[in-house]
């Protein structure tokens, strides 16, 4: 994956927005914490960590269905 500020710029816009812990939850099956270490991009024992390509296709899998979600509330309303 590319470089973890790369990453993190590239969310800025939503970053604080949107659940991470629970999209973790939701689409890995993993631990807040584990994609919290992910975006960061160091684990809990401070070693540099990052998303391989198949978590990354998954998190972008994620956003969209996210972003479907949201549209579909959207236009209920």
Same mark, same amino acid.
């Given at each position: 994956?590319? +470089?973890? +500020? #790369?990453?993190?710029? &590239? #969310?800025?816009? =939503?970053? *604080?927005? *949107? $659940? ?9 099956? &993993? $631990?807040? +914490?584990?994609?919290?270490?992910? %975006? @960061?991009? =160091?684990?809990?024992?401070? &070693?540099p960590v990052s %998303?391989?390509?198949?978590e990354l296709e998954?998190?972008?899998? /994620?956003?969209?269905?996210? /972003?479907? @979600? =949201?549209? @579909? *509330? /959207?236009? +209920?309303?």
């Amino acid at each position: 994956m590319k +470089s973890n +500020s #790369l990453f993190k710029q &590239k #969310l800025d816009d =939503i970053l *604080v927005e *949107v $659940s991470w812990g629970h999209l973790s939850m939701r689409y890995f099956g &993993k $631990s807040p +914490s584990w994609l919290y270490n992910k %975006l @960061r991009g =160091i684990d809990g024992n401070g &070693k540099p960590v990052s %998303l391989t390509d198949e978590e990354l296709e998954r998190f972008k899998g /994620a956003l969209c269905d996210l /972003a479907d @979600r =949201i549209r @579909r *509330v /959207a236009d +209920s309303l």
